[in-house]
Nanobody, 115 residues
Framework: QVQLVESGGGLVQAGGSLRLSCAAS????????MGWYRQAPGKQRELVAA???????NYADSVKGRSTISRDNAKNTVYLQMNKLKPEDTAVYYC?????????WGQGTQVTVSS
């Protein structure tokens, strides 16, 4: 079992920045990819950014150039730095961890961007 705890969400004005954190605990040795996903009201959950244990990253086109995902393997923590936030970035952000064959999710943290 892997437990994921997110933090760092909140209310920010358009153009502002936030850094989300996700701390993993439990059976972390099996974790390969960690990522951030988001779900806006009435929409499906979508990938925002992901990072492998080796540091390879992948970003959604909508956040590319505005966001940076990073991973501190010593702290078992993944971060998402989001800059130049837009109202359309408003969503619940979830941390996910893939430890094949299992996928684990955090409880989510709300990000609200006001115009």
């Amino acid at each position: 079992q892997v437990q994921l705890v997110e933090s760092g969400g909140g209310l920010v004005q358009a153009g502002g920045s936030l850094r989300l954190s996700c701390a993993a605990s439990g059976s972390i040795f099996g974790i390969d990819v960690m990522g951030w996903y988001r779900q806006a009201p009435g929409k499906q959950r979508e990938l925002v950014a992901a990072i492998t244990s080796g540091g390879r990253t992948n970003y959604a086109d909508s956040v590319k150039g505005r966001s940076t995902i990073s991973r501190d393997n010593a702290k078992n923590t993944v971060y998402l730095q989001m800059n130049k936030l837009k109202p359309e970035d408003t969503a619940v952000y979830y941390c996910g961890a893939a430890a094949p064959p299992y996928t684990y999710w955090g409880q989510g943290t709300q990000v609200t961007v006001s115009s």
